[in-house]
Each structure stands twice: as structure tokens, then as C-alpha cells.
């Protein structure tokens, strides 16, 4: 838990937002950034980028990732 003065808040949030994405990789920043449709006929599974169709298998084909609505 972090304590912060009220007049502070916006200024925390801004460093630890900052903070959080100078220790992501690229490759982080652009798997968090993914957005997956589960009504497209086919996906690709933010964890390991296979493609499948959620419908007919809602668990990813590559790495077992379960993606349900």
C-alpha cells in the first residue's frame, strides 16, 4: 500500500503509471495493448500469437490459454 497526500495524486499515479511501463519490454507493451474479439472467426492468443477460431475451440491451440466470454 502506497500512502500519497491528496494534492499528490495525480502526480503518483502519473510516476507509477511511468514506472510500470519502464520495466515492460516491447514486446510487453504490445501484447498488453492487444485486444482479442471472441465473436471473430479467428483470434490470435495474446500469450504465444496463434491463431484459432474461439468458437469452435476456446482454448489456444499453442499454449493453452483459455479464452472465454
Known sequence: MLAVASQNLIW????????????????DRAAEAKVVDLDSTEVECPACQAAFNPADQPTCPGCGLRLAP
Do not use: H
Not at 499515479?13 to 516491447?26: A, D, G, V
Open 12 to 27: 503518483a499515479q502519473r510516476f507509477l503509471e511511468m514506472e510500470r511501463l519502464q520495466n515492460l519490454s516491447e514486446e
